[in-house]
């Protein structure tokens, strides 16, 4: 990745974790010991049957991409034993406040490091599950690469899971006097970022210094050729009519969708929420039988 582009991305989500902890409640959430994050609840009801005893607890678990930690706190709750990893310095440092806040240090680590070079951050550690999600994807120029990661950060038989926004939502935009969605952002991957000089962070009001930023596009096919690739088997792959979040105008709050009705507020199209899936979430084992294991 050029390293303008790195440089960039990087301030700008140092700048948000620190936004991040008012507009998350992420204080509030830590000092809450039962509390858990809607998107861990969900992702929990979806890697339950592939779990052993359909739980993550006692399984050492990674956290790839885990912002400012409440994720990975919330794993940890669950009993597992969690190691998060960003490549905000920022993020790390505030997730490690909130896992000491929580009192689970002991139970939850932080290392900051990009997720190509996680094996060689975590001293070639491998882990029961990967876990990554919402709102990560696109972050990444090089899909082949965070594959690879993922395949040599598991143990034989370890589970990769992710539980993301669609990438066909990327490719939308709304027009609010129309009252409808158009295609407007590319679908498949370019090695030419899609460049935002945006000023809200997306939680919050508040204009950002760093606002300058860089997302890759990524197609369904990418993701699931990546990792079949890195010779992890697809367990499960599912597709989602509700999110965690609020990119358009056109969703509204629901209690979520089949699979996670019960589970808290989410977000949906207002109309019409059969013809655009909102988040995908998908299962992937590494065989026992792996060379090289």
Known sequence: MND???AENQANWDERAELHVESYGALEFADKPKALSLVVKISAELMAPHLPGGSVS???????????GTDSISLARLGADVTGLDFS???VAIAASLAARAGLSGQCRFVQARVEDAPAALAGRRFDVV???IGVLYWLPDLNAWAAAIAALLKPGGLFFIYEDHPMLYTLDWDEEQGRFFVAYPYFHSKEPITWDGGNDYSSAVKLKHNRSHEWAHSLSEIITVLLDAGLRIESFREHRTMMWKP???LIQTRGDGD???LGIEFALREHPERVPLTFSLAARKPPDSPGN
């Open 131 to 133: 876990y990554t999600s």
């Open 260 to 262: 996670t009705k019960d």
């Open 248 to 250: 358009h105008q056109a």
């Open 4 to 6: 303008t582009i790195n």
């Open 89 to 91: 310095g920022k993020a």
């Open 58 to 68: 006692g399984l050492d678990v990674v956290h790839l991409q885990c912002h400012i």
